[in-house]
């Protein structure tokens, strides 16, 4: 059960995230981890490509926030671009970007605050932590940090991933944190086309692996304090090179409240 959302100050907003972005910097100097970083070599094998596109129609949404969002990306990109994983080595999307300023060029984009759409600098990066996540569950990489947003947004419209299937952030103490726990190295390439934002986990070695992201247990309900909710798991099929189902996984479990009707009048 989705709890109704409380309403908290802005006061105790503010001290929250003053809180916990320092709770976050402290994990990030004494929390004994080996933090992945760029390599100039290029490693040879892709494991996972997959694009998104940088423009939607979206109700009630200036197209300049998704312009300006563009620009977000790019800047983001340059610091994640190439990032190696070794193993044992762990990657933090916000210690490798940063604080997305207006100092940095960082421009007002779309940004999504208790489940309504504002504006705020450095809007429009969740796209990227959005693509990684795709990208690593289709890899033996460990997510060891991921965060949802608590609130379903926007109807499903065109949706070819399945509710939940990203990963959503907040500087910096909504990170997205992915270990290697494997024998091999890992390699981020990022890019940005016309039309899509791309991106793919190269290695050293070939895939030895493949993966298939599926929902299960999808349920949309009505809660006794008269909103509705949104619920559903993720799972993932780990085949093998020949193609049979080596094993069948659970990734992750989601529950949002939905900031829409489920229901579509009929046409008269």
């Not at 997305?100 to 060029?105: A, D, N, Q, S, W």
């Not at 460990?142 to 609130?151: L, W």
């Not at 990170?175 to 050293?204: A, H, P």
């Not at 094993?247 to 229901?263: G, L, R």
Request: net charge positive; glycine share 8%.
């Amino acid at each position: 059960m989705v709890q109704k959302p409380k309403y908290r100050s802005e006061l105790r907003l503010a001290l929250g995230r003053r809180y916990f972005t320092v709770k976050r910097y402290f994990l990030w100097l004494f929390g004994g981890y080996k933090f992945a970083h760029k390599s100039e070599e290029i490693l040879p094998y892709e494991i996972k490509s997959h694009s998104t596109p940088l423009y939607r129609k979206l109700k009630d949404v200036d197209m300049y926030l998704q312009e300006n969002k563009v620009i977000n990306l790019k800047i983001a990109i340059e610091k994640l671009q190439n990032v190696t994983i070794n193993p044992g080595e762990t990657f933090s999307y916000w210690r490798l970007i940063g604080n997305p300023t207006k100092r940095k060029g960082y421009l007002i984009g779309m940004v999504l605050k208790s489940g309504k759409v504002t504006e705020g600098t450095g809007g429009g990066l969740c796209q990227l932590s959005n693509l990684i996540y795709w990208l690593t569950i289709h890899t033996p990489l460990t997510v060891t940090e991921r965060h949802r947003h608590g609130y379903d947004v926007f109807p499903d419209s065109a949706r070819k991933q399945p509710f939940g299937s990203g990963a959503t952030c907040f500087y910096n103490y909504g990170d997205l944190m992915i270990k290697n726990e494997t024998d091999r190295i890992y390699q981020l390439k990022l890019s940005i086309d016309k039309e899509n934002l791309n991106g793919t986990w190269l290695s050293n070695t070939p895939p030895q692996e493949y993966y298939e992201i599926y929902e299960s247990n999808h349920l949309m309900k009505s809660e006794f304090w008269g909103g509705y909710t949104r619920h559903n798991e993720i799972r993932r099929k780990k085949l093998t090179t020949d193609g049979k189902l080596a094993n069948d996984e659970f990734v992750v479990e989601n529950h949002a409240i939905m900031m829409y009707s489920p229901f579509i009048a009929s046409p008269l």
